[in-house]
Nanobody
Framework: VQLQASGGGLVQPGGSLRLSCATSGIDFRIYSMGWYRQTPGKQRELVAL???????NYADSVKGRFTISRDFAKNTMYLQMNNLEPEDTAVYYCRAARTTTEYWGQGTQVTVSS
């Protein structure tokens, strides 16, 4: 099983980034997928979730700015991040989960700074 997160980088406040999480080795159709983020000294926190049926859930801090989506043909999940703020700076991780099984990607760094 592999979850490959990509798309991070350095962006100015107000800018946009699109993260991708390419999966292999799992039946992507039946897993709930999520993005999480973590900064040094803090716990990993949920950013956004999308179920196999397409239901989405967002952290209050990103509502209206971030959009989670998934492409079943490509077995890939995305996070479109708009109007980025310095507080969004973190390592972003993708996760696949189903009942008691979970898999994590390796993380991609997002830095929002002028």
């Amino acid at each position: 099983v592999q979850l490959q997160a990509s798309g991070g980088g350095l962006v100015q406040p107000g800018g946009s980034l699109r993260l991708s999480c390419a999966t292999s080795g799992i039946d992507f159709r039946i897993y709930s997928m999520g993005w999480y983020r973590q900064t040094p000294g803090k716990q990993r926190e949920l950013v956004a979730l999308i179920t196999s049926g397409g239901t989405t859930n967002y952290a209050d801090s990103v509502k209206g700015r971030f959009t989670i989506s998934r492409d079943f043909a490509k077995n890939t999940m995305y996070l479109q991040m708009n109007n980025l703020e310095p507080e969004d700076t973190a390592v972003y991780y993708c996760r696949a989960a189903r009942t008691t099984t979970e898999y994590w990607g390796q993380g991609t760094q997002v830095t929002v700074s002028s």
